[in-house]
């Protein structure tokens, strides 16, 4: 299930169908045809909206035999139109709407399943679609054994001669079903370790971009992550280049608030700046449009999440009541009673999204806020406490790996569904069940 249910609107449009290729023909008997099932489910989700426009993502899955090329249709009942789409091709005609596969996601193997994402415009109103066509086959939702198709019955020639089969043409040898994608969807993300590259974002020095080296082989399009350093640090991020690097090689983009080489940027550290990580989405957007960059229509604009460390938690957690974010993620941070920083603990109350807060146990300066942040938060939660860590353990200490799993997992479950994370983060043999932690939930 997705998790932030209260803002996005989920109809579930399914559907099954059969696809018949008549085997062939005999004088005096029907004979089954041979058959290939085809089945889908699209999940349309409306992630964002504002006056005139909105956006939407929108997961295709296989129910039936595997395809090597998908074309996905709908009708638009209030005149919407797509303006921008991304991890495919469009065209509209009227209200109707054709969507085709992207060079990198066409093969979708029996119970697999392809993501895209697109904005939109609405005037007056912004129902959703009432069905979805996946290659010509409309989407209901179950997978049904074909009918067999009787072949024709020949009537037998008044001759006493013996009747001679007719000729026919032979079947056509089945195409071969298309190998997997080199990431399967159901992938847990932790099972991931792509090589990955470093780089300053394209046309600002405000961001370190971290992200797999080859984003062909994720084999889908990727979540997007933008992160607040520690200190409010928006020049060197140096601090936080491995923990990011572990969470880019498990098929993540993380979009960083610091110069690559710790250049000045005009951005001022030390105070939050919630901006920067709004801001960053942003710059994903466009990059994610732009041809030419290696991000070019690789990114999951419907899947983005805020994470940031200590005063960069502040960030993240300000950062997070954006309407395009889905996911949050507070490390050894926590907004202050006081009012610190120029955030109250009101701010909470606008999250809109599941949120996670880990801290590093008594000995972290941030333990009581992320406590108290956690009781006080309506969204779905999570409060994971390592006590051995302390205040940098997660980034810089010995728990680092620990503290990356537990983000990964965590924005594995939050962004991409993924049931095995979900047990990892919200099971009992997960991460609670590992030495030092302990884990609390609600609202899931």
């Known amino acids: 299930m997705r998790l932030d249910s209260s803002f996005r609107r989920r109809p579930r449009l399914a559907a099954a169908a059969a696809v018949l290729l008549t085997a062939g023909v005999t004088v005096t008997a029907a004979h089954v045809a041979s058959a290939a099932t085809a089945g889908c489910e699209v999940d349309y989700t409306v992630t964002s909206e504002w006056p005139g426009g909105f956006g939407a993502s929108v997961r295709v899955r296989n129910l039936g035999d595997a395809v090597n090329g998908w074309r996905l249709t709908w009708s638009f009942p209030a005149g919407q139109a797509v303006t921008q789409l991304w991890n495919g091709s469009f065209t509209q005609s009227g209200a109707q709407v054709t969507v085709t596969n992207a060079s990198y996601n066409g093969a979708i193997p029996g119970g697999g399943g392809a993501d895209f994402g697109f904005n939109g415009s609405w005037n007056g109103s912004n129902p959703v679609p009432a069905s979805f066509a996946l290659n010509g086959v409309t989407c209901t939702?179950?997978?049904?054994?074909?009918?067999?198709?009787?072949?024709?019955?020949?009537?037998?020639?008044?001759?006493?001669?013996?009747?001679?089969?007719?000729?026919?043409?032979?079947?056509?040898?089945p195409s071969p079903s298309p190998s997997a994608s080199p990431?399967?969807?159901?992938?847990?993300?932790?099972?991931?370790?792509?090589?990955?590259?470093?780089?300053?974002?394209?046309?600002?020095?405000?961001?370190?971009?971290?992200?797999?080296?080859?984003p062909s082989a994720v084999g889908r399009a990727m979540p997007v992550l933008v992160f607040g350093n520690g200190a409010c640090a928006h020049t060197n991020g140096s601090e936080v280049i491995q923990a990011l690097t572990f969470i880019a090689a498990r098929g993540f983009v993380v979009v960083d608030t610091a110069s690559v080489d710790g250049s000045s940027n005009g951005v001022q550290s030390g105070s939050p700046i919630p901006s920067l990580l709004t801001d960053g989405i942003s710059w994903a957007e466009r990059e994610n449009a732009r041809a030419g960059s290696p991000l070019y229509q690789r990114l999951d604009l419907s899947r983005v999440a805020t994470a940031g460390h200590s005063c960069g938690g502040l960030e993240a957690l300000i950062a997070g009541q954006d309407r395009r974010v889905k996911s949050v993620v507070s490390l050894d941070s926590g907004l202050f009673a006081d009012g610190s920083f120029g955030y109250s603990r009101a701010e909470l109350s606008k999250l809109h999204t599941p949120v996670m807060f880990l801290d590093g146990g008594p000995s972290d300066i941030a333990y009581d806020n992320s406590r108290a942040n956690y009781d006080l938060t309506q969204v779905p939660a999570v409060l994971a406490e390592q006590s051995q860590a302390g205040h940098v353990g997660f980034i810089t200490g010995a728990q680092m790996s620990e503290g990356m799993t537990a983000v990964v997992q965590f924005l594995d479950m939050t962004l991409n569904d993924?049931?095995?994370?979900?047990?990892?983060?919200?099971?009992?043999?997960?991460?609670?069940?590992?030495?030092?932690?302990?884990?609390?939930?609600?609202?899931?």
Do not use: C, Q
Request: aromatic share 8%; net charge positive; charged share 10%.
């Open 141 to 173: 939702g179950d997978v049904a054994s074909p009918s067999p198709t009787p072949s024709p019955t020949l009537s037998p020639s008044p001759s006493p001669s013996p009747t001679p089969s007719p000729t026919h043409s032979p079947s056509p040898s």
């Open 183 to 214: 990431t399967p969807p159901n992938r847990p993300a932790i099972e991931n370790n792509f090589p990955v590259t470093r780089e300053g974002a394209y046309g600002t020095n405000r961001y370190t971009v971290f992200r797999p080296s080859n």
């Open 418 to 444: 993924n049931a095995t994370a979900r047990s990892y983060i919200l099971g009992s043999s997960g991460l609670a069940s590992r030495a030092f932690w302990t884990v609390r939930s609600k609202n899931f």
